[in-house]
Nanobody, 121 residues
């Protein structure tokens, strides 16, 4: 059983930065791939970024160049550094463990409870 716990959300002004963390337990962290998703009020959950076992990151077009996903295998933690935040980035951000492949990411049914990110204009 994989357990994921997100943290680091908060309220920030447009143009600011936040770093989200996802602490992972219950599984061999180093062999897993992970993704970040977000869900804004009234909208479907959307994929944001993913990282493979080797540390390669892929991104949705809406965040490319602003967000960076990374992992620390020693700390069993996945990060999402978010820069140049925009009001449209406001959402609950969720961490997921899934399958990473060339060009894409497929989520498995391992989700955290999410962390709220609010960007004011």
């Amino acid at each position: 059983q994989v357990r994921l716990v997100e943290s680091g959300g908060g309220l920030v002004q447009a143009g600011g930065s936040l770093r989200l963390s996802c602490a992972v337990s219950g599984s061999t962290f180093s062999i897993r791939a992970f993704g970040w998703y977000r869900q804004a009020p009234g909208k479907q959950r959307e994929w944001v970024a993913a990282i493979g076992r080797g540390g390669n990151g892929i991104y949705a077009d809406s965040v490319k160049g602003r967000f960076t996903i990374s992992r620390d295998n020693a700390k069993n933690t996945v990060y999402l550094q978010m820069n140049s935040l925009k009001p449209e980035d406001t959402a609950i951000y969720y961490c997921n463990s899934g399958t990473y492949y060339n060009g894409g990411y497929s989520p498995l049914d391992y989700w955290g409870r999410g962390t709220q990110v609010t960007v004011s204009s």
